[in-house]
């Protein structure tokens, strides 16, 4: 899997990082993004099609579904039948069966495969993996897998990907209000943070926001919230996340009441509460500063 050509679309925070890291690896990437962002090692390309012509892979990180089909309609047309196509967005299930379909229609393998690590995991190459798409298209992207992140699972055929990375980011967003909502409890009935911690991460409590990502200052392991809630996933991304879910619910008649509250409250913090730019484990700070209501 050496010296393999690699086009690379969409060099944002996430996006930047994954490209330096296959560039490091050994593969000849050449880049593109919109914005004209550029990555360590990574060529630059003037446009999708400088990116995708003669490449082995195309690999794209993209904001949405909608972005998503409109660049992998241009990439596809440009790629050469055999190679492989992986997006690694997070998007609606329907975009990321579209583009699999218009791959494979155009005798190319697809796999969708969003991540989970953030942005300290893509520059660490650590990140999880979620990958749906045939076993053929997941064998050949496997060993990208192993050099961007830390662990790769095939979840199923086109769309299954996102499909758990919805389903994982409900659990998260909806988990990380109510380890929110229990510190700031916790300090209106005078618990110390950190005795409320050591009880909670060894309990029934138990969960990553709490234990690996803990949104109160000081206290776990290091997480943005020693950093002033500066964004290793910011709050607005969980906005997005979680009205994938409600969407994806919605079009199979899934009862998700607490993934719709969840929506709601985050949607609130961003829109109106001045929680956009915030990490999404600041809202800590935002009930600690609220009443009952």
């Not at 925070?13 to 880049?31: D, E, K, Q, R, S």
């Not at 909608?66 to 050469?80: D, G, K, N, P, Y």
């Amino acid at each position: 899997m050496s010296n393999l050509k690699i086009g690379f679309i969409g060099l944002g925070n996430m996006g930047a990082p994954m490209a330096a890291n296959l560039a490091a690896a050994g593969h000849i990437v050449t880049g593109f993004d919109v914005a004209g962002t550029t990555a360590k090692g990574v060529a630059t390309a003037a446009d999708i099609a400088g990116a995708a012509t003669g490449a082995d892979v195309v690999i794209t990180m993209l904001p949405n579904g909608s972005i998503l089909r409109q660049v992998a309609a241009e990439a596809i047309t440009h790629m050469t039948p055999g190679a492989l196509f992986i997006d690694c967005s997070t998007v609606d299930v329907e975009s990321a069966r579209n583009t699999a379909e218009a791959a494979e229609n155009a005798d190319l393998l697809a796999v969708d495969a969003p991540v989970s690590g953030g942005i300290g995991g893509a520059s660490a190459g650590t990140l999880t993996f979620m990958a749906g798409g045939s076993v053929d298209g997941f064998a050949r992207a496997a060993p990208l897998f192993e050099i961007m992140g830390q662990k790769a699972v095939h979840c199923g055929e086109a769309g299954a990907g996102q499909a758990a990375k919805i389903c994982n980011n409900m659990i998260l967003g909806a988990t990380m209000i109510a380890t929110c909502e229990a510190f700031a409890l916790a300090d209106k009935l005078g618990l110390d943070r950190q005795k409320m911690f050591d009880v909670v991460s060894t309990s029934s409590g138990y969960s990553w926001s709490m234990n690996a990502y803990c949104p109160a200052p000081g206290i776990g392991p290091q997480s943005p919230a020693d950093n002033g809630y500066s964004p290793g996933f910011a709050a607005e991304l969980m906005v997005k996340d979680l009205g994938l879910s409600q969407q994806a619910a919605e079009l199979v008649d899934a009862d998700t009441p607490m993934g719709a509250r969840a929506l709601e409250l985050y949607t609130q913090f961003v829109e109106d509460e001045d929680g956009k730019g915030q990490d999404f484990s600041a809202m800590l700070p935002r009930f600690a500063a609220r009443g009952r209501s």
